[in-house]
């Protein structure tokens, strides 16, 4: 049923002008009006002039209903729905500081993957403390920021508790046209959350054993015990299990996974190759969420006693100093050993 008390935007606010919140506003402009915010006035007036983002998505001319502002009030102003994506681990800090310019009628939909860092909480847990009466929900999915500003097809899931106002309200206009970019909604907001965070770790473990060497036996091996993995700690926290075979799971695990766009495989080939954590996110320039969140989900893990041996491998890798051959042998002696993850195989 289309509710039809409530405002349809006329113009989509998005908060975060690295490549994600940029591809997401190319390809909202190409059906509606759309403002892109960046923190940085420099880099916004730059991307004002150019018609593109240089840094992230070179080569990608803006559309023409696609603004740019340093100016978030005004975005504010004119916005019902703003797509958030700033990197996970700035984004509780980032959600306190916009209050000012915050009203109780704004959609905060938020499309940044992590958990809250240090305590591994839920966004969804935080973002009502800060806005208690704001409508909020979660995007997630196998997206890579160029192939969605490309206009490449592409599958989105969108968790909400206000599933019918999101839908019908908010993207009906995309839905009306056809356009590349297609949104599937659900309503568990904790599955979408555990498994947009969480793939990144698995992602990252795939890449190491890609950059010890190992073949796509092991690749297989650790992208389908990731998934159990993701799946047993997600349904401890009340996540429902279907989440995890759908878009947000099963999907955005395989894309991370198995694609070299992917910044958390990078950086796992990168560990596996022999450089240390610090070197290897110098080396890739953007945001690693993986080592953000592996730190995140151990917290989340230890209050729900999970055992989790291939997240609990890479965190010793990134923090406890492990060296990543180690950790690779004793992941395959528990396989021999029938222990762990690994036990039904
Ligand atoms: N890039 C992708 O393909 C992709 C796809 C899906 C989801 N995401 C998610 O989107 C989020 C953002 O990732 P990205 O790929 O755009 O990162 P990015 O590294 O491309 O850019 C990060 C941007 O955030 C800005 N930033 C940093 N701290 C900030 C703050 N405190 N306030 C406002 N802006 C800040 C930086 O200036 C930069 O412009 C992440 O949570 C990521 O998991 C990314
Ligand atoms: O580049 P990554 O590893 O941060 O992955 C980007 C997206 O999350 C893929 O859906």
Same mark, same amino acid.
């Given at each position: 049923?289309? %509710?039809?008390? *409530?405002?349809?935007?006329?113009?989509?606010?998005?908060?975060g #002008?690295?490549?994600?919140?940029?591809?997401?506003?190319?390809?909202?402009?190409?059906? &509606?009006?759309?403002?892109?915010?960046?923190?940085?006035?420099?880099?916004?007036?730059?991307?004002?002039?150019?018609?593109?983002?240089?840094?992230? *998505?070179?080569?990608?001319?803006?559309?023409?209903?696609?603004?740019?502002?340093?100016?978030?009030?005004?975005?504010?102003?004119?916005?019902?729905?703003?797509?958030i994506a700033v990197p996970?681990?700035a984004l509780?800090?980032f959600?306190?500081?916009?209050?000012?310019?915050?009203?109780?009628?704004?959609?905060?939909?938020?499309?940044s993957?992590?958990? %809250?860092? @240090?305590?591994?909480?839920? =966004?969804?847990? +935080?973002?009502?403390? /800060?806005?208690?009466?704001?409508?909020?929900?979660?995007?997630?999915?196998?997206?890579?920021?160029?192939?969605?500003?490309?206009?490449?097809?592409?599958?989105?899931?969108?968790?909400?508790?206000?599933?019918?106002?999101?839908?019908?309200?908010? =993207?009906?206009? &995309?839905?009306?046209?056809?356009?590349?970019?297609? =949104?599937?909604?659900? %309503?568990?907001? /904790?599955?979408?959350?555990?498994?947009?965070?969480?793939? $990144?770790? +698995?992602? /990252?473990?795939?890449?190491?054993?890609?950059?010890?060497?190992?073949?796509?036996?092991?690749?297989?091996?650790?992208?389908?015990?990731?998934?159990?993995?993701?799946?047993?700690?997600?349904?401890?926290?009340?996540?429902?299990?279907?989440?995890?075979?759908?878009?947000?799971?099963?999907?955005?695990?395989?894309?991370?996974?198995?694609?070299?766009?992917?910044? $958390?495989?990078? =950086?796992?080939?990168?560990?596996?190759?022999?450089?240390?954590?610090?070197?290897?996110?110098? +080396?890739?320039?953007?945001?690693? %969420?993986?080592?953000? $969140?592996?730190?995140?989900?151990?917290? *989340?893990?230890?209050?729900?006693? #999970?055992?989790?041996? +291939?997240?609990?491998?890479?965190?010793?890798?990134?923090?406890? @100093? @492990?060296?990543? @051959?180690?950790?690779?042998?004793?992941?395959?002696?528990?396989?021999?050993?029938?222990?762990?993850?690994?036990? $039904?195989?």
């Open positions: 049923m289309v %509710e039809t008390h *409530l405002p349809q935007p006329q113009t989509i606010g998005v908060l #002008a690295g490549s994600y919140g940029t591809a997401l506003a190319i390809a909202f402009a190409k059906v &509606m009006p759309v403002m892109l915010w960046g923190h940085n006035p420099e880099a916004m007036a730059q991307m004002a002039e150019k018609r593109e983002n240089s840094q992230y *998505l070179p080569g990608i001319t803006f559309p023409e209903k696609l603004e740019i502002t340093a100016d978030l009030e005004q975005v504010c102003a004119k916005c019902t729905l703003l797509l996970s681990h509780p800090e959600l306190r500081s916009i209050k000012p310019v915050i009203n109780d009628s704004h959609f905060l939909l938020i499309a993957k992590g958990l %809250e860092p @240090k305590t591994g909480r839920f =966004f969804s847990d +935080i973002i009502p403390e /800060i806005y208690p009466n704001n409508r909020f929900g979660f995007v997630s999915g196998p997206s890579f920021a160029k192939e969605v500003a490309y206009g490449w097809p592409t599958a989105l899931a969108v968790a909400s508790k206000d599933i019918k106002f999101i839908r019908y309200e908010i =993207f009906a206009p &995309m839905h009306k046209i056809r356009q590349p970019l297609k =949104f599937y909604y659900v %309503e568990d907001m /904790i599955g979408l959350q555990v498994a947009g965070a969480i793939k $990144n770790v +698995i992602a /990252i473990a795939v890449g190491l054993s890609d950059g010890l060497g190992f073949g796509a036996n092991t690749r297989a091996a650790v992208i389908t015990h990731g998934l159990e993995e993701i799946s047993t700690l997600g349904k401890l926290y009340g996540a429902e299990a279907s989440t995890f075979q759908g878009l947000s799971g099963f999907g955005d695990l395989i894309l991370t996974c198995t694609d070299d766009q992917s910044r $958390n495989r990078r =950086f796992g080939l990168l560990l596996g190759q022999g450089y240390s954590p610090e070197q290897a996110i110098q +080396i890739i320039g953007q945001v690693v %969420e993986g080592y953000y $969140n592996t730190r995140e989900t151990m917290t *989340l893990a230890q209050k729900v006693n #999970a055992d989790l041996p +291939i997240i609990q491998k890479v965190y010793d890798i990134l923090f406890n @100093k @492990k060296s990543p @051959k180690r950790a690779a042998s004793e992941l395959l002696l528990s396989i021999h050993n029938g222990e762990g993850s690994f036990t $039904n195989l």
